[in-house]
């Protein structure tokens, strides 16, 4: 079955959009439930699903936390700081050719990978007074 570009899934996609801060499913639920006390919470979950699987956002799994989602689709590399708990995004060149080398060297099958950086972010850092 075909899945149709619903209002919901618009709403959904637009709101990923505009929040710019790797958002959570739950935030982005509350952020659309703000203004649209129509849509559910599960019509949001399966929306953010397909959005994911069609590569129109980015899901970014988080291990000890709420998986969560980017506008930013192009391979690039994520921070999250275990001080205030947010991702960011790592400018950094993204090396393309990292699964062919594991490949290569290991003869893996690999079909998809996330690279999550963990630390603190330069205000959780400075906050807790261990910069330097």
Avoid: W
Wanted: charged fraction near 25%.
């Amino acid at each position: 079955m075909k899945n149709r570009n619903t209002l919901q899934r618009r709403l959904v996609l637009e709101t990923v959009h505009c929040m710019h801060n790797h958002p959570t499913a739950d935030e982005i639920f509350r952020e659309i439930a703000a203004e649209n006390m129509l849509i559910s919470k599960a019509t949001v979950y399966r929306n953010l699903k397909i959005l994911s699987e069609q590569g129109e956002i980015l899901h970014i799994p988080i291990s000890n936390g709420a998986d969560c989602f980017d506008f930013k689709t192009t391979p690039h590399y994520h921070m999250e700081c275990r001080g205030c708990e947010r991702v960011f995004d790592v400018d950094l060149p993204y090396q393309t050719d990292l699964e062919q080398k594991i490949v290569d060297r290991h003869g893996f099958l690999i079909e998809s990978h996330h690279i999550v950086f963990h630390g603190l972010c330069p205000g959780c850092l400075a906050a807790s007074g261990s910069a330097g």
